[in-house]
């Protein structure tokens, strides 16, 4: 367990953070997996102010931080994590100025998605039921169906580990497919879009189509946290597995799911380490066969710290 310095303990956080912070907090109920121990210190700063605060604080004190948004592309270890999440709900506003739009961070995606239909503003109808914040769809450029967030973005506002506060250009981010480099280690607090005008009545029609799809192809009486590979060039991730032999195979409460089988299904009660056999299990049986590598779309979090494998 890493000590945390003086300065970042709870009691001391809390006499210059105006945010929420909680101790020892269970991060499967922060995740759409539902999977996961607790966060060391989970801290929610209440606007820009409160995280340059305590972005500072935590700066060059070498504790491990993770930024959470709807936890729905993680996957969090059985142990939990032992420095600082930073979640930013509060980041929150949704501004409307014509076709443009300024959103913030934490707001969650489908709800925002379906805002914007309402004001007949085209281009996020085909996001239509992805999970999770728009923060995290930016950092990873989330898509289906043909159409990614970046694909109306103007400007992203973030914010690095040094305290530099940033707006980028579209251009400046250098999205590609479920992939934000530029943004990926900073903390993501809202962006600018300008989306084409479009029909109301058209648009939510595509998105009951699209919500109708996700419905029929994948398992959603069950958590999960989506896709769990990039899609590798030429190839089709769950026909991959599938052939395999794999569809339906457990590793305790967790399964590659009968319905999809790039997705992995929490059948109530999966460990992280459940888990992450089934994604050893794909990746190994996949190369073996077919020559390809299965990259993680998805991301561990606690596994020795922060990474991919």
């Known amino acids: 367990m890493i000590e945390l310095p003086a300065g970042l303990t709870a009691e001391a956080l809390r006499a210059q953070i105006r945010g929420e912070i909680l101790e020892n907090e269970p991060l499967k109920d922060r995740t759409t997996y539902r999977i996961g121990g607790p966060a060391r210190l989970l801290i929610c700063p209440k ?11 935590m700066e060059g004190c070498g504790v491990p931080r ?19 999440v930073v979640h930013l709900k509060n980041f929150n506003t949704l ?4 076709s443009k739009v300024t959103a913030g961070a934490g707001l969650v995606l489908d709800a925002f998605v379906s805002t914007c239909l309402k004001r007949r503003l085209a281009g996020l109808e085909r996001l239509s039921g992805i999970p999770g914040t728009l923060g995290g769809a930016l950092r990873m450029n989330a898509g289906a169906f043909d159409a990614e967030i970046s ?12 305290g530099n506060h940033r707006v980028l250009s579209k251009s400046e981010v250098r999205f590609a497919y479920r992939q934000a480099p530029v943004i990926r280690d900073s903390y993501i607090l809202g962006a600018t879009f300008d989306f084409p005008d479009g029909d109301g009545e058209a648009l939510f029609i595509v998105r009951e189509e699209i919500l109708a799809r996700r419905y029929e192809r994948q398992p959603w009486q069950y958590p999960s946290a989506g896709s769990v590979f990039k899609r590798p060039p030429g190839y089709y991730t769950g026909k991959l597995i599938e052939d395999l032999g794999l569809k339906g195979v457990r590793i305790g409460r967790a399964q590659i799911s009968p319905k999809h089988a790039g997705i992995i299904i929490n059948l109530g009660g999966a460990k992280a380490a459940d888990v992450l056999g089934l994604i050893r299990l794909a990746q190994a049986g996949v190369l073996e066969r077919y020559g390809v590598n299965l990259e993680l779309e998805q991301e561990l979090i606690g596994f020795n710290g922060i990474g991919k494998i």
């Open 95 to 98: 501004e409307f100025q014509g």
């Open 66 to 84: 993770f930024i959470l948004g709807g936890g729905a592309n993680v996957l969090v270890s059985d142990a939990g994590f032992s420095g600082i």
């Open 47 to 57: 606007d820009l102010e409160d995280l340059q605060r305590l972005n500072a604080l």
């Open 151 to 162: 694909d109306h973005l103007v400007t992203v506002e973030c914010m690095d580990f040094e």
